[in-house]
T-cell receptor, first 112, second 115 residues
């Protein structure tokens, strides 16, 4: 069974731009969560989606948004990029809420 | 609020020796605890979890973890370390006692296994 896939794997943007990251969960998994990983703040929860509904949201500004489609694929969007948004963005999927989460390889975003 | 702490930034061990990576937790209610490993430029790989039941949890790649309620600890262990075990290890707790997928991670422990 294929794992969680994330595209693109690497991305370079400039301040003020916006970016969209994509995540395809493991087949049969309906829950998708997003995390941001930085050297300074570590791993921080962004959002959680299940059946196209946002179930939970972390403590991030409104520039960070996400959505989930009917096929469980998910996207997250960051508008008006700041230098501090440079991070590894990880997507995780599980069959349902409260199941074990399996992570994708991440998207490395660099903001210049 | 739920939290986990990993008191060691780095653990060094010789190949073939047993290894322990420490984690302590603070939760209200039942703990749902996890260990993940991250290799360079990779995502997180699931190793094992404790939900309920036996205090000794066996996981992937020969790893196991011991849940200790009185000491609020969930230490990761392996009887014989391999050089290929060198990686960044994260302990995590599920927030809200299991009603959500939100994981709260520790700061990570870098395991270095010397040949």
């Amino acid at each position: 069974k294929a794992g969680v896939t994330q595209t693109p794997r690497y991305l370079i943007k400039t301040r003020g731009q916006q970016v969209t990251l994509s995540c395809s969960p493991i087949s049969g998994h309906r829950s998708v969560s997003w995390y941001q990983q930085t050297p300074g703040q570590g791993l921080q929860f962004l959002f959680e989606y299940f059946s196209e509904t946002q179930r939970n949201k972390g403590n991030f500004p409104g520039r960070f948004s996400g959505r989930q489609f009917s096929n469980s694929r998910s996207e997250m969007n960051v508008s008006t990029l700041e230098l501090g948004d440079s991070a590894l963005y990880l997507c995780a999927s599980s069959r349902r809420t409260a199941d074990t989460q399996y992570f994708g390889p991440g998207t490395r975003l660099t903001v210049l | 609020a739920q939290s986990v702490a990993q008191p060691e930034d780095q653990v060094n061990v010789a190949e073939g020796n047993p290894l322990t990576v420490k984690c302590t937790y603070s939760v209200s209610g039942n703990p749902y605890l996890f260990w993940y490993v991250q290799y360079p430029n990779r995502g997180l790989q699931f190793l094992l979890k404790y939900i309920t039941g036996d205090n000794l949890v066996k996981g992937s790649y020969g790893f196991e973890a011991e849940f200790n309620k009185s000491q609020t600890s969930f230490h990761l262990k392996k009887p014989s370390a391999l050089v290929s075990d060198s990686a960044l290890y994260f302990c995590a707790v599920r927030d809200d006692g299991g009603a959500t997928n939100k994981l709260i991670f520790g700061t990570g422990t870098l395991l270095a296994v010397q040949p």
